[in-house]
């Protein structure tokens, strides 16, 4: 960053404006985060660089003597977009649910979802998970629910979903803790996000979705103890034989398949491990697992790390299978 030209005195006019300008500020916000500079159109200043300007006054508190020049980088540039997301942020549950009719917000959020899932900084995807939290908090109970159901229509990935029903299943412990009257995270509202999470698909993948199916488990095995049968706010128990159908009878069937499986593989990674150590120490190299993912050839893995991923598969899947026994068992008490 270099120091230009000393300011006329205007500085507290310019940071007058840009406070008011709130929404542009949000608009170059969504542009630093997505690393883009598309300008507003012929004599517009574009709202990538009234970002910029904007950072530099509300969160850097850059000098009122000078202007400064910007140097842009991908990583700074995703830093800067949510430094001043949290500056132009206003207090949490402020905003109504209707100012999600703007897809602008929704799509704040979709955004800070990629950088979480796919930026390679660890310091910007844990502090774009807070941002993201933070941006939910923004609005009022009915905007929460509203935002959280579109996340998980569009978010795939099975570890921020797991994440994201987990701060849904504390929003409906909040809601019964306030007595279960008038909340969209209780009754018929609720039940869009419950088809959501409690289904197993044909082709599902039980250790890719892992964290989903686990997050899911735990938020039914919660809504079973916490909300009676004899109240039913959540809805749960009128779908108990529902949930059986769509939801824990395939994921036993599918546990059993994977499982097995598991075993299979284990068992030949057991006997090639056995085969290299009885193998001669002057013979042919050990046996190396090639693994392709997307069309490139990953480093070889050999029977020995091979191994040691099953069994930790298997274990992952004995974790799924013993709370899914626990929610059998509860909800055999509303067949009964």
Same mark, same amino acid.
């Given at each position: 960053m270099v120091r230009g030209q000393s300011c006329d005195g205007s500085h507290e006019l310019l940071l007058f404006v840009l406070k008011h300008q709130v929404v542009r500020c949000r608009v170059g916000a969504f542009q630093l985060l997505q690393g883009e500079g598309l300008g507003d159109g012929e004599g517009s200043p574009p709202a990538l660089g009234v970002a910029f300007f904007a950072y530099l006054l509300l969160v850097d508190h850059m000098e009122q003597s000078y202007l400064p020049m910007v140097i842009r980088s991908e990583s700074r540039v995703m830093l800067k977009g949510l430094a001043l997301l949290t500056a132009v942020l206003v207090p949490a549950h402020s905003l109504n649910s209707t100012v999600l009719d703007d897809p602008q917000y929704v799509d704040t959020a979709e955004l800070l979802c990629r950088v979480i899932v796919n930026c390679p900084h660890k310091t910007l995807r844990e502090r774009s998970m807070k941002m993201l939290l933070d941006f939910i908090n923004l609005f009022d109970t009915p905007g929460t629910h509203k935002l959280y159901k579109s996340l998980c229509h569009?978010?795939?990935?099975?570890? /921020?979903?797991? $994440? &994201? =029903?987990?701060?849904?299943?504390?929003e409906v412990d909040a809601a019964l803790r306030g007595g279960g009257v008038g909340s969209p995270f209780l009754g018929h509202s609720l039940v869009p996000l419950l088809d959501m999470m409690f289904v197993v698909r044909d082709d599902e993948d039980l250790l890719t979705d892992s964290d989903?199916?686990?997050?899911?488990?735990?938020? /039914?095995?919660? $809504? &079973? =103890?916490?909300d009676k049968p004899g109240s039913n706010h959540t809805t749960v128990w009128s779908q108990a034989s529902s949930l059986v159908g769509r939801f824990t009878d395939p994921l036993r069937r599918a546990l059993y398949a994977t499982k097995m499986h598991a075993r299979e593989e284990i068992a030949k990674a057991e006997q090639s491990l056995m085969m290299m150590k009885s193998a001669p120490q002057d013979g042919d190299p050990a046996p190396v697992l090639t693994v392709e993912v997307s069309g490139e050839v990953l480093p070889g893995v050999s029977p020995k790390d091979e191994l040691q991923a099953l069994h930790a598969a298997l274990?992952?899947?004995d974790m799924i299978e013993c709370v899914l026994v626990r929610v059998e068992e509860l909800l055999e008490t509303a067949a009964k």
């Open positions: 569009s978010v795939k990935h099975s570890g /921020l979903l797991g $994440l &994201l =029903i987990f701060h849904i299943k504390n989903r199916i686990m997050g899911a488990l735990n938020f /039914l095995r919660f $809504l &079973l =103890i916490r274990q992952r899947l």
